[in-house]
């Protein structure tokens, strides 16, 4: 056995075994700190790069739902809104109907005509109130749904304008239609049943759109969903490993500072080489 007063090799492998447990040490405690055993490029730039990859995709899913959410809540509004005119044509049907009466009286008829105007009128003030987030779908603009379905937003899904203002093709009702006499009732009749046909039409129309809508929304959150779990899977840290580790590297480390203090000392062996 050499000795010198030099050079320590004992304490210098001590002290390069104690920097690398330090290291591990040290990478252990990010992991458990962060949550993640890849959090920069420099852990794996491959894995980084895969995982930024998913995250655009993820970023890119959440617009997706909220242009698809946004569109199933217009859907919404605007078939609320053709159920409750479809509800009031059935109501003015009857009124027209019974106002087509021959037999009936002055009176009767004059009641009939104020119901039937209020029923109209209605139709108006629900179609111009029928807007989310300042879309309408059914007024008389040219407003329509145009959502997002894919993370590249280079797929939509559009749901058309429906025209259910009174006077227009869906809803052949003049805004001053009036059931007052015989003749009047006959075409309100008539009129009114064509409205409750078209109507129905519009209804099958909004329905599918919502949805389809409500699928490709479904569809996008399971989606995120499994891109938010490979994600994890590539870059989250395993806490119950990394705690295991985290205890033995501890105590290895306390070994090594051991281990360095005992190196440290075998240079005093030489003084007893001198002493008598």
Request: overall charge negative; proline content about 1%; cysteine-free.
């Amino acid at each position: 056995m050499a000795f010198s007063i030099n050079v320590n090799a004992s304490a210098l492998s001590a002290l390069r075994n104690l920097d690398n447990t330090n290291r591990s040490l040290n990478t252990t405690q990010t992991h458990i700190n962060t949550g993640l055993k890849i959090s920069s490029a420099k852990d794996n730039a491959a894995v980084f790069s895969i995982a930024q990859k998913l995250r655009g995709d993820l970023r890119g899913l959440n617009a997706v739902k909220q242009s698809l959410d946004r569109g199933i809540s217009t859907v919404d509004v605007a078939l609320a809104a053709a159920n409750a005119i479809s509800d009031l044509l059935l109501e003015m049907k009857e009124k027209a109907v019974a106002a087509a009466d021959q037999g009936l009286d002055s009176t009767s008829r004059q009641a009939l005509t104020q119901d039937f105007r209020a029923l109209r009128d209605q139709i108006s003030t629900i179609v111009d109130n029928a807007s989310f987030n300042g879309t309408n779908i059914i007024d008389g603009g040219t407003d329509q749904i145009v959502a997002i379905t894919n993370a590249d937003a280079t797929q939509t899904l559009s749901v058309a304008h429906e025209n259910l203002t009174l006077g227009s093709s869906a809803i052949p009702i003049d805004a001053t239609q009036e059931i007052s006499t015989l003749s009047d009732a006959a075409l309100a009749v008539t009129e009114v049943g064509q409205a409750i046909n078209n109507l129905n039409s519009v209804l099958t129309r909004l329905g599918s759109g919502a949805k389809a809508l409500e699928q490709n929304r479904i569809f996008a959150g399971t989606l995120s969903d499994v891109i938010e779990v490979g994600i994890g899977n590539l870059v989250d840290a395993d806490m119950a490993k990394e705690s295991a580790n985290l205890q033995a590297l501890q105590v290895k480390q306390q070994l090594g500072i051991q281990a360095l203090s005992i190196a440290n000392q075998s240079p005093q062996q030489i003084l007893s080489l001198f002493q008598g």
